[in-house]
């Protein structure tokens, strides 16, 4: 019964597209233009708006659009519907735009036999939007062979496909997210979901707020039967954001908090960090939330997961937000609440785990992250991590290595075994070399079972150590009335 500790089943429709499109540099029509793109070709599960069962009941969901769930009062996404969503709330002006004009070529191609070639404009919205509602149908379907192929292409170039199925999974629903992760990491039980609140970094509206995003999420949850549990997000640039996790965690089916460093904020000490542009909220109301958010878990050993590369979603590439995940930064947050139960996401980077890598000038401080993370780890008693997203894990020879690596931190010893405090975590569905996601739990447990030293630990590694550091005990106690009798038998297998 092993456990993924770092995996996320949120689409399109959950991140500030907008926003993310302009901090890359996008003009702001565009932006906004990209943005209901991709919400009018997502799936909406609308079974996550009503009580229901799932995960394994009516057989496996696949594509950009979901079959039907199956279960008492649910319905299966509708994506004519999301289209007809997108069709409609497209703005006037966009009809005559050039970007319209490279759409009405690439229509062409692909329905050459019915396409209306001249300029929308001139057809009135009505008619404009019903030939668009054409075109999307036939993208979604050309869409999803498309990028299924790509992705399933072994001769690909290395990263296309990849991305071609990073694309996929955002326009796809929850369910088919879960489900695909299941198929691939067989001896897996239990999934955490790691939520994100991304709209005041980026001054952008999600398409589901956030309230309504926890909704769907903890319906997720409560349909898989308790083999999803999910980690509520922490902004502390959102006004009310402890009280929004407080309230969540007192009695409900979230067991833990993600802290992401990279959208403009650290732990402590708030006025060095590498913050959100055009924000207002000050240094030391940063810090102020922070300390709040960190009593309230120490008390109630909420474990806390952190981001820990200086890569991820950065709010500010230009500006570096994510040197903010140095793990350095938690040193006097751990000496002030010295129980936090803490994960470092992905051990610090893949730097010196994977290759033989000196430091770089442009490096942020102190990075590879590597030794800091094991320090910590090693100091103190309730401090984790996991290596998410390795994407050298699926190459032999770099694999061996680090699992020589992982052995020799081990050895190094400390005042808490390191042995105790490595977790599997797979941060699906972040972009992967062509079909890699379907090797990646395999290319884990195949290199520490191959590695002599690291043999005896699988069972800490994939199980033990993820059930020290979430707690389920004291998630069942604390949610007890909001779990079903399922949920509760399921998570019960985990406690020690």
């Not at 429709?13 to 565009?30: H, K, T």
């Amino acid at each position: 019964m092993h456990i993924d500790v770092h995996a996320h089943f949120f689409n399109a429709r959950y991140i500030p597209l907008s926003g993310v499109a302009r901090s890359r540099g996008a003009p702001r029509f565009l932006a906004r233009f990209l943005a209901w793109v991709l919400i009018g070709l997502t799936s909406d599960d609308r079974s996550l708006e009503t009580r229901g069962s799932w995960f394994r009941r009516t057989g496996t969901h696949r594509g950009l659009a979901v079959a039907s769930s199956g279960g008492a009062g649910e319905a299966g996404s509708d994506p004519a519907a999301a289209i007809g969503w997108f069709a409609d709330n497209v703005p006037e002006e966009a009809f005559a735009s050039e970007c319209f004009r490279e759409v009405r070529e690439e229509a062409a191609r692909l329905r050459a036999e019915r396409v209306v070639c001249a300029p929308l404009e001139t057809l009135g919205a009505a008619a404009a939007r019903d030939w668009l509602r054409g075109y999307l149908k036939d993208v979604h379907a050309s869409g999803e062979r498309v990028l299924l192929e790509a992705e399933h292409a072994e001769g690909a170039a290395a990263g296309i496909g990849g991305f071609l199925a990073f694309v996929r999974h955002l326009l796809g629903s929850e369910k088919a997210l879960a489900e695909e992760l299941r198929d691939s990491s067989p001896g897996v039980s239990l999934f955490v979901h790691l939520m994100m609140d991304m709209d005041h970094p980026y001054g952008d509206t999600s398409h589901y707020s956030y309230p309504h995003a926890i909704r769907r999420i903890r319906e997720l949850c409560r349909q898989s039967g308790g083999c999803i549990v999910a980690f509520v997000a922490f902004d502390p640039y959102r006004p009310e954001c402890n009280e929004v996790v407080e309230d969540v965690l007192q009695d409900d089916v979230f067991i833990g908090i993600k802290f992401y460093p990279p959208s403009g904020y650290r732990p402590d000490r708030n006025e060095e960090a590498r913050r959100a542009p055009g924000r207002s909220v000050s240094a030391s109301e940063l810090d102020r939330r922070c300390r709040r958010l960190f009593s309230f878990c120490n008390s109630r050993q909420i474990p806390i997961m952190t981001h820990c590369t200086p890569g991820g979603m950065q709010v500010s590439p230009s500006a570096m937000t994510g040197w903010n995940s140095n793990p350095d930064h938690w040193r006097e947050t751990l000496d002030r609440f010295p129980d936090l139960r803490l994960c470092f996401g992905h051990a610090g980077g893949s730097g010196r785990w994977f290759d033989e890598r000196a430091a770089e000038a442009t490096d942020p401080p102190g990075y590879p992250w590597a030794d800091a993370v094991v320090d910590l780890c090693s100091r103190y008693e309730n401090v984790y991590t996991d290596f998410g997203h390795a994407i050298e894990m699926l190459d032999a020879g770099r694999a061996s290595r680090f699992a020589n690596e992982l052995a020799a931190a081990i050895r190094r010893g400390g005042e808490f075994a390191f042995h105790k405090k490595v977790m599997y975590g797979s941060d699906f569905p972040m972009p992967m070399p062509s079909g890699g996601w379907r090797k990646y739990y395999a290319a884990f447990l195949n290199a520490i079972r191959s590695n002599v030293e690291l043999r005896e630990h699988e069972e800490a590694i994939f199980s033990q150590n993820a059930a020290d550091y979430l707690r389920p005990d004291l998630f069942l106690s604390r949610a007890a009335s909001g779990l079903s009798d399922e949920e509760r038998r399921m998570i019960q297998r985990f406690v020690g």
